[in-house]
T-cell receptor
Framework: ETGVTQTPRHLVMGMTNKKSLKCEQH?????MYWYKQSAKKPLELMFV???????ENNSVPSRFSPECPNSSHLFLHLHTLQPEDSALYLC?????????????FGEGSRLTVL | GESVGLHLPTLSVQEGDNSIINCAYS??????FIWYKQESGKGPQFIID?????DKRQGQRVTVLLNKTVKHLSLQIAATQPGDSAVYFC???????????FGTGTKLQVIP
């Protein structure tokens, strides 16, 4: 148990569907992240939120839309995705006061786009 | 561009032996270097980090070595156990505000 919970753990969707991934952290952190993990590729940073404000968008296509309503919750809204978007989407949080790079990850949401 | 890379994709070690996982980095401006462990079906888990002004740091059964001259980072695991089987990622924090860049990962297989 890492203190970061992601739902759903598995999601299958068609290219015309709209779905959302949810992340919740119980660690009192104020920074939250979305990473994408594809087979044989490094983890790719997608978005960073600090105190609910987006501070990083790593050139992510607009078919991925993040939302951070408060410091404990983070969503990733998905629409008109492509098969190459199939991957493990990882949420993480960190203490904004720490600058070491220690991230606390959830177990991920495995997304398959048909 | 800046990159963090791993030398070997797979490392097999006998249970009880020591493991050494290596990593090369190219961004000299990174403040921290970090090792993460990812077990099957789980997210990455922080193991240990080292600040750029240090060359060695020890944890419980793990030691991280940093050689800034050759831009090399290594993770040593003493008395490797079956539970150490996982993918290990090196990462660097160079953005000043938790902009962590990950390498491709090395899979460690422990042979009983």
């Amino acid at each position: 148990e890492t203190g970061v919970t992601q739902t759903p753990r598995h999601l299958v969707m068609g290219m015309t569907n709209k779905k959302s991934l949810k992340c919740e952290q119980h660690l009192g952190h104020n920074a939250m992240y979305w990473y994408k993990q594809s087979a044989k590729k490094p983890l790719e940073l997608m978005f960073v939120y600090n105190f609910k404000e987006q501070t990083e968008n790593n050139s992510v296509p607009s078919r991925f839309s993040p939302e951070c309503p408060n410091s404990s919750h983070l969503f990733l809204h998905l629409h008109t995705l492509q098969p190459e978007d199939s991957a493990l989407y990882l949420c993480a949080s960190s203490d904004h006061r720490a600058n070491t790079g220690e991230l606390f990850f959830g177990e991920g949401s495995r997304l398959t786009v048909l | 561009g800046e990159s963090v890379g791993l030398h070997l994709p797979t490392l097999s070690v006998q249970e009880g032996d020591n493991s050494i996982i290596n990593c090369a980095y190219s961004n000299s401006a990174s403040d921290y270097f970090i090792w993460y462990k990812q077990e099957s079906g789980k997210g990455p888990q922080f193991i240990i980090d080292i600040r750029s002004n240090m060359d060695k740091r020890q944890g419980q059964r793990v030691t991280v070595l940093l050689n800034k001259t050759v831009k090399h980072l290594s993770l040593q695991i003493a008395a490797t156990q079956p539970g150490d089987s996982a993918v290990y990622f090196c990462a660097e924090n160079s953005g000043g505000y938790q902009k962590v860049t990950f390498g491709t990962g090395t899979k460690l297989q422990v042979i009983p």
